[in-house]
């Protein structure tokens, strides 16, 4: 057999192993990341929330891709904690992940109402002109955001306008409509541009078709 030949097959071979050695490095590392998440829904379960949410911190600060069922758990926990914007911020996500069709759809939708009436409870001393603002940067309150898995259909509903395409915003002077300046015709977001703005990174849809027209 001519000497390249055999040289280029024991390369491919060596290449090959290589790269099932680092794919097989990574999924370890992943399991072994997830096996926070399993540990942190027991400790949910026995009603540990403190200790929970050390676990939950744990796999959203080590893995690259969030799984959708660590929006509901951490929402939840975080409930329990007393942290209720982060509650309906992260179960929000979930939501807007899974749908109704979601395994924890109920149990969310019930948290979720339950940290809604609390927040707005701590909320009742504003001032009536006073606004909420959503930027997800004040949200979390780790360094990194990892990115959330948005399943096999790639987009996600706007959490900013709830798929409505239009913002609400209620005022004492009254209610005020504009367009959202986020998402599509549809009201929705590609998953890279759902993960750029929870990291308050998404610049407004307006910017990004300018810039695409530019390098065209």
Known sequence: MNFKLILFFALFIFSVTVVRAQQEDIDYQRMHD????????????????????????????????????????????????????????????????????GRYFEQCTQYLEKAENH??????????GEQEVYNPKQDIDYTVM??????????????????????????????????????DEHGKLTCDEYNLLLMGELKPRAEREKAEKQEE
């Open 34 to 101: 997830l096996q926070y998440l399993d540990l942190g829904v027991k400790q949910f379960e026995n009603e540990q929330y403190e200790e929970a949410d050390k676990s939950f911190r744990q796999v959203l600060e080590s893995v690259k891709v969030l799984p959708a069922e660590i929006c509901y758990y951490f929402g939840a926990n975080s409930y329990h904690l007393g942290k209720y914007k982060q509650s309906i911020n992260w179960l929000n996500k979930y939501i807007e992940l899974k749908g109704t069709s």
């Open 119 to 128: 927040y707005r409870q701590l909320s009742a001393n504003k001032g009536p």
């Open 146 to 183: 990892p990115k959330v898995d948005c399943g096999p259909s790639g987009m996600v509903i706007c959490p900013v306008c709830k798929g409505q395409t239009v913002i609400i915003q209620r005022t004492n002077l009254g209610t005020i409509y504009r367009t959202c300046p986020w998402c």
